[in-house]
């Protein structure tokens, strides 16, 4: 079992950056890949960002690649996504997400343990 606590969410405006910080705890953290999805009012929860247990590897959802790198700290038990140059279609609320393997974590059907969520707003 993992659990998973989001914070850094906030509202911005449009360029402005922010960075989402996730505390897991629970079982060991470094077997885990993580990832970040967000999920905007009326739309599906969607993948932004994947990192591998140790984090050699990393993808990113083609609209977000050069604005947010995902990162992690293993001695920290937890897992960045920091969010530069953020435009009005990054509002949602982003949701930190553990699994097994990265090859699989990137699709939400596939996450056994998610957060509560951290809204971010970006006005224009």
């Known amino acids: 079992q993992v659990k998973l606590v989001e914070s850094g969410g906030g509202l911005v405006q449009a360029g402005d950056s922010l960075r989402l910080s996730c505390v897991a705890s629970?079982?060991?953290?470094?077997?885990?890949?993580m990832a970040w999805f967000r999920q905007a009012p009326g739309k599906k929860r969607e993948f932004v960002a994947a990192?591998?247990?140790?984090?050699?590897?990393?993808f990113y959802v083609d609209f977000v690649e050069g604005r947010f790198t995902i990162s992690r700290d293993n001695a920290k038990t937890s897992v960045y996504l920091q969010m530069n140059n953020l435009k009005p279609l990054d509002t949602a609320v982003y949701y930190c997400?553990?699994?097994?393997?990265?090859?699989?974590?990137?699709?939400?059907?596939?996450?056994?343990?998610w957060g509560q969520g951290a809204q971010v707003a970006v006005s224009a």
């Open positions: 990192i591998d247990s140790n984090g050699g590897r990393r």
């Open positions: 629970g079982d060991s953290f470094s077997n885990y890949a």
């Open positions: 997400a553990a699994g097994p393997k990265i090859v699989t974590i990137t699709s939400y059907q596939n996450v056994p343990y």
